[in-house]
């Protein structure tokens, strides 16, 4: 069973910078994609960006595309999200998530999921 537990979220002004966190438990293999989603209030969740375990394959959703950076640890314990010059409409509720294999396309049927960190950027 992989477990993964985010942190690192907040309250940050607008143009400011956060690095979110996903800490993932013995259990996860080489053959795994991390993502992230985010889901805002009254809206469905939506994909930010992924990146396979083992490589270079990375996919970015194009409203984050050159703010936002999915990254791994040399361990591969942590995935990270780096997220600069953030906006209110990034303001969200931020998810971890894991699935089998290396399609790091936008997609929804991670098996995996964290439990959330709240990322709020005011004006």
């Known amino acids: 069973q992989v477990q993964l537990v985010e942190s690192g979220g907040g309250l940050v002004q607008a143009g400011g910078s956060l690095r979110l966190s996903c800490a993932v438990s013995e259990g996860t293999s080489s053959t795994y994609t991390m993502g992230w989603f985010r889901q805002a209030p009254g809206k469905e969740r939506e994909f930010v960006a992924a990146?396979?375990?083992?490589?270079?394959?990375?996919y970015y959703a194009d409203s984050v595309k050159g703010r936002f950076t999915i990254s791994r640890d040399n361990a591969k314990t942590t995935v990270y999200l780096q997220m600069n010059n953030l906006k209110p409409e990034d303001t969200a509720v931020y998810y971890c998530?894991?699935?089998?294999?290396?399609?790091?396309?936008?997609?929804?049927?991670?098996?995996?999921w964290g439990q959330g960190t709240q990322v709020t950027v005011s004006l």
């Open positions: 998530a894991a699935r089998i294999g290396a399609d790091v396309t936008p997609r929804n049927d991670y098996r995996y």
């Open positions: 990146r396979y375990w083992n490589g270079d394959y990375i």
